[in-house]
Structure formats: C-alpha cells, structure tokens
C-alpha cells in the first residue's frame, strides 16, 4: 500500500525558515518523480514544486522559485521542502504527491494527509 | 486568479447528471491531453478520479466521465449521489512555468 506521510509543519514568523519532509512507503520510491502541492486556507490547490526521481531535474511555481528548494534522499526514501523567507501568503497546507506514472508531473494519484504551514508574527 | 476557470459551484438532484466545465488555453488544457479532475472533501487530500481527460483510476466509478473540446475540458458526473457532494479541480499540464495548474474548484452540492 502506497503511503505518503508529511511533517515538519507548524507556526512560523515572517522571514522565517522551515523544512518539510515526507516518507514515503509501499513503492520503489526512485522510480518516482515526487511533487508538493498546497492548499491556503479555504482557497483552491496550487502546484509548488516537482522533482525527477534520481534527484537530477527540479522544478518550481514563480510564486516560491528562489525561496523553496525541493531534494529527495532515494536512500530513505524521503522528500523535502525547504522554505526560506516565508511570507503570510504562504500559509497552507502544504502536500506530498506521487503520481501514477514515473515520470514528473503525471497525474497525481497518491496524496499525503497535508502538514500545514502558519505564517504570521 | 487560478490558471484554469471554473464554475464556483454547481448543483444537482440525487440521480441527474451534472457537468464541471474546466477553461484554458492553447498552452495547457487546449495543447495537451495531460487534464486531470480531483475529488476533495473538506480536510481531506484529493482524490484523482480522472486523468489524461477521460481515464480513471482503478476503483473510480464509470459514473465518473471526463471529455476536452478545444481549450475547455469537462467532468460529468451521472447518477448523482449524496456522497458526491464535494469540492472538484481541473489540473492541466503546461507548456511554461507553472509547469502544472489547476483550477479554481468547484463545489458540488446534492440538493
């Protein structure tokens, strides 16, 4: 069974930093490009960032590019959102996502249960 | 402003059909069959239930149907049950960044 699990979320200030992570479970985990997508508070869903399974090819939405850094380890089977520079409008829930096929940016069939993301002083 | 357009809300009787309009353009939804529709109840993660405009995933009811015509794709839902009621987005491949976009949502209610 495929299982996705975020953490890493919480309260944090403008400007400020913080990592998510999500283990991943039930797959081979490198033969699978992995995204986040996020989720503001009553608002719709916003793709974040994707990235290839061996690690090689990222990418990113302009509203977070130069801010957020996605990375996997296919060791542990994890991947992670580093956020720098937070802003207010960053606050969501923020998901962890695989898709149905390898490749990036394929449908995504698996989702996580979501680690939410405040910003605010 | 989402990427794609949807309708804010649409509404049905237990047993009608409904269809969700999804709008883009030429380099999303119009330039590749790389569309997807999301099931998403309030506090839950969504649910893919179409994907390549008129796949489902195994275990997604064939009242599920999804279909493109241009720049506008659509989720039909037939046989409306309670339990459809839900939030409903289009995704959509495109050609630059945001290499993926979605659409604003829209709320289905089972009157």
């Known amino acids: 069974e495929v299982q996705l699990v975020e953490s890493g979320g919480g309260l944090v200030q403008p400007g400020g930093s913080v990592r998510l992570s999500c283990a991943a479970s039930g797959f081979t985990f490198y033969n699978y490009a992995m995204s986040w997508v996020r989720q503001a508070p009553g608002k719709g869903l916003e793709w974040v960032s994707a990235i290839s399974g061996s690690g090689g090819s990222t990418y990113y939405a302009d509203s977070v590019k130069g801010r957020f850094t996605i990375s996997r380890d296919n060791s542990k089977n994890t991947v992670d959102l580093q956020m720098n520079s937070l802003r207010a409008d960053d606050t969501a829930v923020y998901y962890c996502?695989?898709?149905?096929?390898?490749?990036?940016?394929?449908?995504?069939?698996?989702w996580g249960q979501g680690a939410l993301v405040s910003v605010s002083s | 402003q989402s990427a794609l357009t949807q309708p804010a809300s649409v509404s049905g009787s237990p047993g009608q059909s409904i269809t969700i309009s999804c709008t883009g353009t030429s380099s999303d939804v119009g330039g590749y069959n790389y569309v997807s529709w999301y099931k998403q109840h309030p506090g839950k993660a969504p649910k893919l239930i179409i994907f390549d405009v008129n796949n489902r995933p195994s275990g997604v009811s064939n009242r599920f149907s999804g279909s493109k015509s241009g720049n506008t794709a659509s989720l039909t839902i037939s046989g409306l049950q309670a339990e459809d009621e839900a939030d409903y987005y289009c995704s959509s491949y495109r050609s630059h960044s945001p290499l993926e976009v979605f659409g604003g949502g829209t709320k289905l209610t089972v009157l």
């Open positions: 996502a695989r898709g149905n096929r390898g490749v990036i940016l394929s449908p995504l069939e698996y």
